[in-house]
C-alpha cells in the first residue's frame, strides 16, 4: 500500500515536472517568435533605400518620407529617467518603512495599497494627467499648457513604484538580522543601521528594483499617449511636449498602409524597444541573481 502510494506520488510529480517544462518552453518559444516577427519587418525597413536615416535623421516626418528615430528614443529615455529620479528614491524609502519601521498591522494595509496600486488602468493615470497633473504644472510654472515630459515622468513614476516598492523590501527583509544585531552591538541606533548596514547590503536587490520599474515606464503607452503632448521633435527639457516610442506605434499602427514604409518603420521601432527592454531587464535580473547570492 505504502508503495503503491509513493509510485503514484512519483508520477504525479513527473506530471507537473513534465507540465512545468512545457509552459517554460511555451514561453520561451513564444518569446521567440515575437522577437522574429519584429526583427523579419524591421530589416525589412532597413534594407529599404529610405531607411537610411534611420540612425542618422532627427526628425520623424512619415509625410516626408523622414524616419529618424532620434526624437522617438530621446523622448522615451527622457520621460522614463525623470520616472526613475521619481521613483527610485521615494520607493526606496517606503520599502525600508515597510519592511524596518512599520507596525505589523500598518505593515500589511502599505503592503496593500502597494499591490493595489499595481492595478490601476493606465488609461486612468493618463485621465488624471490631462484632467489633474497636466492643469497644476500649467499653473505651478506659468507655462500654457501642462502635457509635456514632466507630466508624463510623474505618471511614470506613480506607475513604477509598486515595481520598486515591493522588490526593494524583498531585498531589505532578505538581510541577514545578524547584519543589524551587529550593528547594534557597536552602538549604532536604529537610523545608522537602516542607511548604513541594511540597505547598503540589500543594494543589489535594490538596484534590481530600480532597473525592473524603468522597464516598466520604458513599455508605459497609453500614459504617455494621453499627457504628454505628442509632439515629436527633439525636447530640450522638461517641460517640452515629447512622444514616446510607444505612443508612436499606438498611433500611427492603425492608420498606417500595411507593408509600407511606414509600416516597417513602425515594426523598427518596436525592434528597438524590444532590445532596450531585454537589456533592462537581463540587468535586473543580474543585480537580483548578486543579491541572492550575496544574502543567501
Known sequence: MRQESIRRRERWDQGL????????????????????????HGLRFLMQENAGGFFTAWSWCPDEHTYGVWPLLISTFLVSFGALLIAAPLGILCAAYIAEL??????????????????????????????VVGPLIAG??????????????????????????SISEDALRAVPSAHKEASYALGADRWDTLFKVTIPASSPGIIAAVMLGFGRALGETMTVLMAT???????????????????????????????????YALFALATLLFLISIVVNLVGEFFAQRSRKFLS
Open 17 to 40: 515536472g513534465f507540465v512545468f517544462r512545457c509552459t517554460g518552453l511555451l514561453t520561451i518559444t513564444a518569446l521567440g517568435a515575437i522577437l522574429y516577427m519584429l526583427l523579419s
Open 102 to 131: 512599520a507596525p505589523p498591522g500598518l505593515k500589511n494595509i502599505l503592503k496593500s495599497i502597494t499591490e493595489l496600486l499595481a492595478a490601476v488602468p493606465s488609461v486612468a493615470i493618463g485621465f488624471l494627467g490631462i484632467v
Open 140 to 165: 505651478w510654472l506659468g507655462i500654457p499648457d501642462g502635457l509635456n515630459a514632466l507630466n508624463g515622468s510623474i505618471l511614470l513614476a506613480f506607475m513604477a513604484l509598486p515595481t520598486v516598492i
Open 229 to 263: 503632448g505628442n509632439t515629436s521633435a527633439i525636447p530640450s527639457g522638461f517641460l517640452d511636449p515629447v512622444r514616446t516610442i510607444t505612443a508612436t506605434i499606438a498611433i500611427e499602427m492603425g492608420e498606417v498602409p500595411f507593408r509600407s514604409t511606414h509600416y
